[in-house]
């Protein structure tokens, strides 16, 4: 999975979700992304998104974030790291 400029970003995801007006249902923010051509993997951690109203463009961010690392993004990565070299210093 890509991170930071491009790929699979919070920051990349946001252009797929212009014109979205606000408060957005979870639909709703789906709705807009495949309209606006969003990637299969982007459009999946969106379906994982809580089924709730969101208020602003931050509160996309922020629950496509954490659906992000529990798809396996940074964090999960990094305790693989952990787990490998546990024991080694």
């Known amino acids: ?3 930071g400029v491009g790929g699979h ?3 990349n995801v946001s252009k ?4 979205l007006d606000f408060p957005a249902s979870k639909q709703d923010i789906m709705d807009c992304a ?3 051509g969003a990637e299969e993997d982007v459009m ?3 379906k ?3 089924d709730e109203e969101y208020g602003t463009m931050a ?3 922020k629950g496509y974030g ?3 690392q529990g798809q396996g993004g940074r964090n999960d990565n990094r305790d693989d790291y952990n787990d490998r070299n546990e024991g080694r210093r």
Not at 16 to 19: E, N
Request: glycine content about 8%; cysteine-free.
């Open 16 to 19: 797929h979700l212009k014109g």
């Open 66 to 68: 954490e659906e992000d």
């Open 59 to 61: 509160d996309v961010m």
């Open 44 to 46: 999946d951690t969106l």
């Open 9 to 11: 970003s919070p920051a």
């Open 1 to 3: 999975m890509t991170r």
């Open 48 to 50: 994982g998104l809580p």
């Open 34 to 36: 495949k309209q606006n």
